[in-house]
């Protein structure tokens, strides 16, 4: 196979950090390689560099055997470098036309020629084997249509490379499969592709090479994925071999009042009858395929949406939630939402500023003035508790690693005091070293009498640190059981419950 991209003793540094060090890297036509490594070992600035984001402080990046520097991400894609971001880069009022051909829009007397945008986007469609109207806006696609669409949009400039970063993180299993066939339809047509995810299974599934990125050095430099065991990788993403934690079982008193209850409650969304009950210090997950419903009815649960019927309770007495702002300041709960860059923190903010915003009222000094010196005082102490790498609390959020992003988003809810906290998919994006410290965290934080609502699509992670698993199917609950922390029993059960589409109790 021939070599298209070759990095060459990479390096790039910022003030503090020096985030490559001679990092190596070569692909080849026709071939998928995974790169792989914690959050903070450098891979979304390597991701940078090829898409010319970044520049390289040393090194090379060679195209097709021919030494190159990309000083923004379109000389990158001419040069056939294309990128699918984790966070979707498409305009949602837009047709998937328009999308896809919306960095180089034919031109005909110079004004856009529709049917020629129309036919350059059905061919990309067709080359990846996509049944999709070139003529559909995108807000009306699913999310795994619009991952597909993002792939289709990247090829349309004749990409010799094409980067994946996290392309399943919001997808389901069977999306994720159609995923997979368009990857090897790729890779047949001589694609080189770059696959990152933190899903092993899925790296073993597909590709073929592998590179893995330690504290910003390579320390597996593409090398044949046949010749190492999921455990060997792990190793060489940490450092060590990670030992598996052992089961841990909590003691729920389930005897007393519900702190948090609904009753027979339906949504605008299409929620019908749901009823739960959530105990002091309980971790309840909520369980389901992507579309199931789950983090639309804790978003009507919280005044996002309306609440058609049925009662919402906290400690027996019903209430009314208006929005998520009175949630918090009149029955102290809080929500992390899945969304993180966009909706659970201020990327341009410090941390400082995104762990006390929940509180600015408690600390405000003379004339309405946040005391800083307080703010970072308490700010600290939860940098501290959750074990967030910072360099300073004055550091951007935006600087940080996911795992890091996501326990800011934590902290400062735990910052207002909250009785019960809603964690929508805590762990997306994040590698396996801190998702099982964040699964801890979790843990700890209801052994402390916090009450925990766990929406999550990774069932593993589920069994893990729930104490109960309700399960999800088209708005409605279709099973609840008790987590025995035995996987294959509990999988088995909830994929059975899923299926049948009707209530089931694991005994």
Known sequence: MVDVLTVKNVSKGFPGVKALQGVNLTMRAG?????????????????????GVYQADEGELLVGGEAVTFFSPLEAAKAGIGVVHQERNLIPYFTVAENIVLQDQPRRFGVIDERKRRELAQKALDALGLAIDPMELVQNLSVAQMQLVEIAKALVTETRVLLLDEPTASISGAEAKKLFDV??????????????????EEVFEVCDTVTVLRDGESVIESEPLSKYSQSDIVTGMVGREL?????????????GTPIFELRDVSTSLGHKDISLKLYKGEVLGFYGLVGAGRSELMRSVLGLHPVLSGDILLRGQPIKIRDVRDALHKYRIGYVTENRKEEGLFLDFTINRNIAVTIWKRIQGFLGRVRGEQETDLTTQYVDK??????????????????????????????????????????????????ASFHELI??????????LLISSDLPEMVSIADRVMVMRDYRFVGEFDNSKEYVEMSTGVMEAIQAGKASLLK
């Open 31 to 51: 071939e998928v390689q995974a790169l792989l490594g914690e959050n903070g070992a450098g891979k979304s600035t390597l991701i940078k560099i090829l898409t």
């Open 183 to 200: 990857v090897r339809k790729l890779k047949e047509q001589g694609t080189a592709v770059l696959f990152v995810s933190h899903k092993l």
């Open 243 to 255: 030992a598996a934690r052992e089961r841990r079982f909590r003691e729920v008193d389930r005897t």
């Open 386 to 435: 959750l074990g967030i790498k910072v360099s300073s609390v004055l550091q951007l959020a935006g600087n940080l690693s996911g795992g890091n992003q996501q326990k800011v988003s934590l902290a400062k809810w735990l910052a207002a005091n909250t009785e019960i906290i809603i964690i929508d998919e805590p762990t997306v994006g994040i590698d396996v070293r801190t998702k």
């Open 443 to 452: 843990m700890n934080l209801a052994d402390e009498g916090i009450s925990v």
